[in-house]
């Protein structure tokens, strides 16, 4: 069946990187669209952007361009985002889902990322 | 972007009708389809896809949910309620990149 697993939980300080995964089996992931999302209670849930782990071709939010980089590895089926200069803004939980006509069809833990000093 | 609005929670009785709404800013249609879905997230989980494109039920979800509506009107509803159906559900639109509606909670009367 399908399965993502995201890694753990991460505290980093304001102004840092961090790199999330998120493994995944059980389907075609050459020929996938991952996406990646955020919630942060209240504000709901927002997509941060897809990639196509064929080519590596990227489509990111505006909102989020420059903030979040896509990438994949297709040895490992392993999808991972980067996000830089992190502020308080972006502390959240963050999700990667399989991705197929415009729906979110399968999603990963999700992982919490804490920005603190 | 277009905005998805919802009323933030329902309360109901089990074994009851909950019928959940979710207004968009605009037409979500195109060539008869609705680009309108639908999740559940129960507290500490992932978001489960419900409905695609309006009335669709995904794989393995129970035909006590049901979607309806075109345009920028759009429901879910759940007939009869659960007490496993307990959970936050959110709408989402994919005619014009993605965007998701605010949630909303169910809740036991």
């Known amino acids: 069946q399908v399965k993502l697993l995201q890694s753990g939980a991460e505290l980093v300080k304001p102004g840092a990187s961090v790199k999330l995964s998120c493994k995944t089996s059980g389907f075609t992931f050459s020929t996938s669209y991952m996406s990646w999302l955020k919630q942060v209670p209240g504000p709901s849930i927002e997509w941060i952007g897809w990639?196509?782990?064929?080519?590596?071709?990227?489509n990111y939010n505006q909102k989020f361009k420059g903030k979040a980089t896509l990438t994949v590895d297709k040895s490992s089926s392993t999808a991972y985002m980067d996000l830089s200069s992190l502020t308080s803004e972006d502390a959240a939980v963050y999700f990667c889902?399989?991705?197929?006509?415009?729906?979110?069809?399968?999603w990963g833990q999700g992982v919490m990322v804490t920005v603190s000093s | 972007d277009i905005v998805l609005t919802q009323s933030p929670a329902l309360a109901v009785s089990l074994e009851q009708r909950a019928t959940i709404s979710c207004k968009t800013s605009?037409?979500?249609?195109?060539?008869?389809?609705?680009?309108m879905h639908w999740y559940q997230q129960k507290p500490g989980q992932q978001p489960k896809l419900l409905i695609y494109e309006g009335s669709n039920l995904a794989s393995g979800i129970p035909a006590r949910f049901s979607g309806s509506g075109s345009g920028t009107d759009f429901t879910l509803t759940i007939d009869p309620v659960e007490a496993d159906d307990i959970a936050t559900y959110y709408c989402?639109?994919?005619?014009?990149?993605?965007?998701f509606g605010a949630g909303t909670k169910l809740e036991l009367k």
């Open positions: 989402q639109q994919s005619k014009d990149y993605y965007t």
């Open positions: 990639i196509y782990a064929g080519d590596g071709g990227t």
């Open positions: 605009q037409n979500v249609d195109n060539y008869g389809i609705s680009y």
């Open positions: 889902a399989l991705t197929t006509e415009g729906t979110f069809d399968y």
